[in-house]
């Protein structure tokens, strides 16, 4: 089954734990996207990634990094996280086309991250 | 900057009644593709449809019906006789040169 999966689901940690949230996808896609979701705010990007070891800042990336060094994985770091960054986090892959992202988005199921 | 609305924050409707979800976007993008997706209470995000710039025929799908007008920069989703499984949230999307979301719609039907 073609899906984008995301470990955690649910986190709730503390100011200034490093933490990690993997995300994986089996549909050979080269592109692979971060987002968050804050109520009223919609979906916000955070980072991208057009393949292998090529990624680049979306709209909010403070406080976040990432790495693709597999086409399947794409994980997000939050090296030290505080509380402004408790928010529902989204993973989504999909093919390439002539633009960046005018193919349809594969989303993972969401991480709903807590910092205290 | 390219910018999506999506001006209607919550609607609530009757079962069976018809529901149109605005959109407008704007642009100086002459290639650009629009989505819409469906994020139900369980929370996933489903892809619905995906449109491009040159591409203006309205599109049915069952109950589901899409209509993209370029003169006034809109592409606006109807459900016909919704249902109470239609409720959740409803994002519309536009790409050009960067993805940009609405803030959603939160479409309740009630039984």
């Known amino acids: 089954e073609a899906q984008v999966t995301q470990n955690p689901r649910y986190l709730i940690t503390v100011t200034g734990k490093k933490l990690t949230v993997t995300c994986s996808q089996n549909?050979?896609?080269?592109?692979m996207s971060w987002y968050r979701q804050d109520p009223g705010l919609g979906l916000r990007q955070i980072y991208y990634?057009?393949?292998?070891?090529?990624?680049d800042k979306g709209d909010v990336p403070e406080g976040y990094k990432v790495s693709r060094k597999e086409k399947r994985n794409f994980p997000l770091i939050l090296e030290s996280p505080s509380p402004n960054q408790t928010s529902l986090y989204f993973c989504?892959?999909?093919?390439?086309?002539?633009?960046?992202?005018?193919?349809?988005?594969?989303f993972g199921p969401g991480t709903r991250l807590t910092v205290l | 900057a390219q910018k999506v609305t999506q001006a209607q924050t919550e609607i609530s409707v009757v079962e069976k009644e018809d529901v149109t979800l605005d959109c407008v976007y704007e642009?100086?993008?002459?290639?650009?593709?629009l989505f819409w997706y469906k994020q139900p209470p369980s929370g996933e995000l489903v892809f619905l449809i995906r449109?491009?710039?040159?591409?203006?025929q309205n599109e049915i799908s069952g109950r589901y019906s899409w209509n993209f007008q370029k003169s006034t920069s809109s592409f606006n989703f109807t459900i016909t006789a919704s249902q109470v499984v239609d409720s959740a949230v409803y994002f519309c999307?536009?790409?050009?040169?960067?993805?940009?979301f609405g803030e959603g719609t939160q479409l309740t039907v009630n039984p």
């Open positions: 989504a892959s999909s093919a390439l086309g002539i633009e960046r992202e005018s193919h349809e988005q594969f």
């Open positions: 549909m050979n896609h080269e592109y």
């Open positions: 999307a536009y790409s050009g040169s960067r993805l940009t």
């Open positions: 642009t100086r993008d002459t290639t650009y593709y």
């Open positions: 990634s057009m393949n292998v070891e090529v990624t």
């Open positions: 449109r491009n710039s040159f591409d203006e």
